[in-house]
């Protein structure tokens, strides 16, 4: 099993432009998420899913898009990327709302 | 809405020592909660949860965590702390139920030094 698979780790963006951030699990998890960590402020949740075709909004969602057509596949993306979403983020996902959740190892993104 | 709150931004211990990171949630009925654990450059590794049963719960690494719903906490202890174990520390409320299970909602976190 590969987990929970972020790609890419690394990445910088111009003002204006957009991007996906993919993630992927291989684990038949139904709990899928999406979070920016910044110093000093934790991990703030941008969107959710508890399936395929079903999402919800968390803390920061502005700036954000996701859908979930697949229960593997939950793409996260960044319309018109902004200096204030440099972060790393984070997806992540769960079988269960008691299991918690495991966690990609981020993408790093920088907007200039 | 459910939230937490982690009192100690840094704390800093001798190796041996003993260590509790405290942890307070809002959340309006049992909740499921969590300790994570991330290494500087990594992921979040789960170290520990508490949904039902048994207040006091038993994870990786030698650590253990207490349930207290008349104080909503659940801190994180450990009786002798190695060097191994700095990092920093992320306690996480999720949902039983309601319409936003599913959602897991993390504290500020706690960053543990330890002193040779």
Same mark, same amino acid.
């Given at each position: 099993?590969?987990g929970v698979t972020q790609t =890419?780790?690394?990445?910088?963006?111009?003002?204006?432009?957009?991007?996906?951030?993919?993630?992927?699990?291989?684990?038949?998890?139904?709990?899928?998420?999406?979070?920016?960590?910044? =110093?000093?402020?934790?991990?703030?949740?941008?969107?959710?899913?508890?399936?395929?075709?079903?999402?919800?909004? @968390?803390?920061? =969602?502005?700036?954000?898009?996701?859908?979930?057509?697949?229960?593997?596949?939950? =793409?996260?993306?960044?319309?018109?990327?902004?200096?204030?979403?440099?972060?790393?983020?984070?997806?992540?996902?769960?079988?269960?709302?008691?299991?918690?959740?495991?966690?990609?190892? @981020?993408?790093?993104?920088?907007?200039? | 809405?459910?939230?937490?709150?982690?009192?100690?931004?840094?704390?800093?211990?001798?190796?041996?020592?003993?260590?509790?990171?405290?942890?307070?949630?809002?959340?309006?009925?049992?909740?499921?909660?969590?300790?994570?654990?991330?290494?500087?450059?990594?992921?979040?590794?789960?170290?520990?949860?508490?949904?039902?049963?048994?207040?006091?719960?038993?994870?990786?690494?030698?650590?253990?965590?207490?349930?207290?719903?008349?104080?909503?906490?659940?801190?994180?202890?450990?009786?002798?702390?190695?060097?191994?174990?700095?990092?920093?520390?992320?306690?996480?409320?999720?949902?039983?139920?309601?319409?936003?299970?599913?959602?897991?909602?993390?504290?500020?976190?706690?960053?543990?030094?330890?002193?040779?």
């Open positions: 099993n590969a =890419p780790k690394f990445q910088v963006l111009k003002t204006g432009q957009s991007m996906t951030l993919q993630c992927a699990q291989d684990m038949n998890h139904e709990y899928m998420s999406w979070y920016r960590q910044d =110093p000093g402020m934790g991990l703030r949740l941008i969107h959710y899913s508890v399936g395929a075709g079903i999402t919800d909004q @968390g803390e920061v =969602p502005n700036g954000y898009n996701v859908s979930r057509s697949t229960t593997e596949d939950f =793409p996260l993306r960044l319309l018109s990327a902004a200096p204030s979403q440099t972060s790393v983020y984070f997806c992540a996902s769960s079988y269960r709302s008691g299991f918690g959740y495991t966690f990609g190892s @981020g993408t790093r993104l920088t907007v200039v | 809405a459910q939230s937490v709150t982690q009192p100690d931004i840094h704390i800093t211990v001798s190796e041996g020592a003993s260590l509790e990171l405290r942890c307070n949630y809002s959340y309006g009925a049992t909740p499921y909660l969590f300790w994570y654990v991330q290494s500087p450059g990594q992921g979040l590794q789960l170290l520990l949860k508490y949904f039902s049963g048994d207040t006091l719960v038993q994870g990786i690494k030698g650590f253990e965590a207490e349930f207290k719903r008349s104080q909503s906490s659940f801190n994180l202890r450990k009786p002798s702390v190695h060097w191994s174990d700095a990092a920093e520390y992320f306690c996480a409320v999720g949902n039983a139920g309601g319409t936003s299970y599913g959602k897991l909602t993390f504290g500020q976190g706690t960053i543990l030094t330890v002193h040779p």
